[in-house]
């Protein structure tokens, strides 16, 4: 049963004081009114009574010399989640200010000067009740709705999961695609080219500048082949394709990039591979396009049932709200997505800054989280950092 419906339908009320009289009197205009009523003698019988039984509002008298009063009964009412939500009138026999302050200070909803006229306290019951169903079928309906947004926010981040495996997938084909057709036909004209030349000298400036450009062609074929999709993630691993990335990234653009791995990596999901790839991937090209540096860092290494990655740089550095911005917001949506992808696996990246450059490490588990619940922000590195092997900074926008 809610703590909001009663039985057979009636709206239910305590009735807490330490007089007998009042009780009795309170208690039967309640009744002839309607309402199912309780009765209490003291404020601990009360609280005793409110967490067991749902109650749809107190009438609490303020002075009961003999044990608990009621405004440290109201005090521990307010303080209990389960009984938090019921509205408690005051029944006093004072009406000074100090006495009304101190009622609303404990968490009192309104107040009923004794005597009491029968039909103002009715009024002041039947809007107390009244507000207080109101809140509660709000406070419900909020929490359903909220409850809701989570569920369609997890599956939204779960969708962009899906996307992001799904564009790799067709980056994979696209790949296959390059080195299965053009640049095989490449190659056989390269091989064709040659042989032509060896038989017709008079044509061998011609047939070297075409070779040349074959050369040129296959290798930058080669290279938009292994960019779009390396074949080593596939085949060896996320280690290798690291290896590869920063090698890359060393002839592409300039930048000296390093790699760090461990003696021993533990076989990893093939999902988890790709993203971590992809994310390493997407922060090297922001190292590249914004860092300003010279040299770069990736460093991996697999501890405690988690993977973790760090990349580094001695460049210009950047915010530290960096990771949590928003996209739009004063930043693109480079670390925005590397975050909401390793929020998908149960993961986090915390990021180091300042005049010296900049470091971002990523961290996720070897085990994904069964319900691919993604970990609130600050749970995984964003609290922390930590040392992995020696290297310098990251600078990403």
Request: hydrophobic share 40%; aromatic share 4%; glycine share 8%.
């Amino acid at each position: 049963m809610g703590r909001d419906q009663s039985e057979n339908g009636r709206r239910s009320i305590l009735v807490v004081d330490d007089d007998p009289r009042n009780l009795r009197a309170v208690g039967s205009l309640l009744k002839e009114s309607g309402y199912q009523v309780h009765v209490a003698d003291s404020g601990e019988l009360a609280l005793a009574i409110a967490g067991e039984v749902p109650l749809d509002l107190i009438l609490l008298d303020i002075r009961m010399p003999r044990g608990m009063d009621g405004l440290e009964t109201c005090r521990r009412l307010k303080a209990d989640d389960r009984t938090r939500p019921i509205p408690v009138i005051f029944l006093t026999g004072k009406e000074d200010e100090e006495t009304t302050v101190r009622a609303f200070t404990a968490g009192g909803a309104d107040y009923v000067k004794k005597p009491f006229d029968a039909q103002v306290l009715l009024a002041r019951v039947r809007t107390q009740v009244e507000l207080g169903l109101l809140s509660r079928t709000l406070e419900r309906a909020l929490g359903e709705r909220t409850q809701e947004l989570r569920n369609a926010n997890a599956r939204l981040r779960q969708l962009a999961l899906e996307v992001s495996l799904i564009e790799e997938r067709e980056r994979k084909r696209l790949a296959g695609e390059l080195h299965d057709s053009p640049m095989q036909k490449l190659a056989l004209a390269q091989m064709q080219i040659a042989a032509a030349q060896r038989r017709d000298h008079e044509s061998e400036a011609l047939l070297e500048s075409g070779l040349e450009l074959m050369r040129e062609a296959l290798g930058e074929l080669r290279s938009l082949q292994f960019e779009l999709s390396p074949p080593c993630l596939y085949q060896e691993g996320l280690a290798p394709a690291l290896e590869w990335l920063a090698s890359h990234a060393t002839r592409r653009f300039g930048i000296a990039f390093s790699v760090a791995l461990p003696p021993a990596l533990p076989t990893l999901d093939r999902n988890l591979a790709i993203v971590l790839f992809q994310c390493v991937r997407e922060l090297i090209y922001n190292v590249t396009r914004h860092a300003h540096t010279s040299a770069g860092r990736i460093e991996l290494e697999a501890v405690d049932n988690a993977v973790r990655l760090v990349v580094s740089d001695d460049g210009q550095g950047f915010p530290p709200d960096a990771a949590t911005r928003q996209p739009g917001v004063g930043g693109g949506y480079g670390l925005f997505s590397v975050r909401e992808r390793l929020a998908l696996l149960g993961g986090d990246l915390a990021i180091e800054s300042d005049a010296g450059g900049a470091r971002v490490s990523l961290w996720a588990p070897l085990t994904p989280p069964a319900d691919n619940s993604p970990l609130p922000l600050g749970k995984g590195l964003g609290v922390r950092a930590f040392p992995i092997g020696e290297g310098s900074r990251l600078s990403a926008s």
